[in-house]
């Protein structure tokens, strides 16, 4: 190992060790801006960087990156998905209604859905998070279903992983 980087790794050590105890959240975020196309765009600081220059950021891609989401408070974690629910009704012709949730349902610490497709009776069942991760199903909903299947889906990763 090179004798300059033995030399600055405690020191590196010491902040990060003294930054991951004072901060809970290594990333938040200072802003919003629009795209030339008219997109929301998130913009980002990580604290574990000393360049505090915001990075910018499509609110779809941290949707999909979970280890990224949990570095984001609570509140962050809403704007993003909110922002990314706008961009994606915006320009995925989200107007007419395809699917419909017909009932919840709660089992083993999980919510199901009972989804209905708009043209037949056809029924599926679909947990939050196997929703979540389909985002061709995904699109298929109304906003506000969009909203709870997100917000489900997210609560009920949060405590799983709390519970670990």
């Known amino acids: 190992m090179n004798k300059k980087v033995k030399w600055k790794l405690p020191g590196f050590l010491k902040n990060y060790s003294e930054f991951l105890q004072t901060s809970k ?8 801006e629009k795209s030339k196309e008219g997109k929301n765009v998130l913009l980002v600081t990580i604290s574990s960087i000393k360049s505090h220059l915001p990075i910018k950021y499509l609110p779809e891609e941290l949707v999909f990156q979970n280890e990224m989401l949990r570095e984001f408070s609570q509140e962050d974690v809403r704007a993003i998905t909110f922002c990314a629910i706008q961009n994606i009704e915006k320009y995925s012709g989200n107007a007419k209604k395809k699917i419909l949730i017909k009932n919840q349902e709660f089992n083993s610490e999980q919510t199901i859905y009972i989804l209905q497709f708009d043209d037949n009776n056809y029924e599926i069942r679909k947990t939050a998070r196997e929703i979540y ?32």
């Open 25 to 32: 959240y290594r990333c938040k975020i200072i802003g919003i």
């Open 133 to 164: 991760a389909d985002t061709e199903l995904l699109s298929c909903f109304e906003l506000k279903d969009v909203i709870n299947i997100v917000s489900t889906a997210v609560q009920e990763q949060l405590i799983e992983d709390l519970g670990n």
